[in-house]
C-alpha cells in the first residue's frame, strides 16, 4: 500500500517542517504494521463528512494522526489531514 498527503506546504506552513516529519514517519510506521500485521489501516470509519476516515497513532508519542482518506486508486490511499487528539 502506498499512500500521499495531501497540502503538504500548506501543512509545513502551519505546523511546522518537524511536526509534518511526524506526521509521515507515522504514518510510513502504520503502513508497515499494515502489511505484516494488518491493523491500523482496516479501522476505517465514516465521518460527518462523508468521508472515510483512518487514526493513526504517532510513532514514539500519545497523540492519535486522523485522516480522511479522500480517495483509494488500486493500492494509493489520498489522506487529508484532519487533526490529532490525545491517547
Known amino acids: 500500500m502506498r499512500y500521499t498527503l495531501r497540502n503538504r506546504e500548506k501543512l509545513i506552513e502551519a ?6 516529519n511526524v506526521l509521515e514517519n507515522s504514518i510510513d510506521w502504520a503502513v508497515i504494521a499494515n502489511r505484516h500485521h494488518k ?4 479501522q476505517l470509519e465514516s465521518d460527518k463528512e462523508n468521508y472515510k476516515m483512518i487514526q493513526v497513532k504517532e510513532i514514539n508519542g500519545d497523540r492519535i494522526f ?3 482518506v479522500v480517495s ?3 493500492d494509493c490511499w489520498i489522506l487529508g489531514y484532519k487533526g490529532e487528539s490525545k491517547l
Open 66 to 68: 486522523e485522516f480522511y
Open 15 to 20: 505546523f511546522g517542517e518537524d511536526y509534518y
Open 72 to 74: 483509494v486508486t488500486f
Open 39 to 42: 491493523t491500523e489501516f482496516e
